[in-house]
């Protein structure tokens, strides 16, 4: 309303108009949105990266290995479903990684 005064019929017609011809750009920037919002959390990501300073050859810190081991013991696993039945695709399964 313009200043209480109530909208015409052409103007009515003209807004139907603008939003029925707007519809197909809102439908396809939608699903673009989402990649957009991944662009920029990459970019965010990349920015850190490059943050991080270089080290000089030769000035490496040294990696060892501690000796350790890794225990996985009875493992059972079904994919989720929509029925309240699952079938485990894994069941009993045991698993022993050790760096000796």
Same mark, same amino acid.
């Given at each position: 309303?313009?200043?209480?005064?109530? $909208?015409?019929?052409?103007? @009515? @017609?003209?807004? +139907? #108009? /603008?939003? @029925?011809?707007? =519809?197909?750009? +809102?439908? #396809?920037?939608?699903?673009? /949105?989402?990649?957009?919002?991944?662009?920029?959390?990459?970019? *965010?990501? $990349?920015?850190?990266?490059?943050? %991080?300073?270089?080290?000089?050859?030769?000035?490496?810190?040294? #990696?060892? /290995?501690?000796?350790?081991?890794?225990?996985? =013991?009875?493992?059972? #696993?079904?994919?989720?479903?929509? *029925?309240? +039945?699952?079938?485990? %695709?894994?069941?009993? %399964?045991? +698993?022993? %990684?050790?760096? *000796?």
């Amino acid at each position: 309303m313009r200043g209480g005064a109530p $909208l015409t019929q052409g103007e @009515v @017609v003209t807004f +139907i #108009f /603008l939003v @029925v011809s707007l =519809m197909p750009n +809102i439908a #396809f920037m939608v699903p673009n /949105l989402s990649t957009l919002f991944q662009v920029y959390a990459s970019s *965010d990501r $990349l920015v850190e990266l490059m943050d %991080v300073p270089i080290t000089e050859p030769g000035t490496e810190v040294p #990696f060892s /290995l501690n000796k350790g081991q890794i225990d996985v =013991m009875n493992v059972e #696993f079904a994919y989720p479903t929509c *029925d309240e +039945i699952q079938v485990p %695709v894994l069941k009993g %399964v045991s +698993i022993n %990684v050790s760096n *000796d």
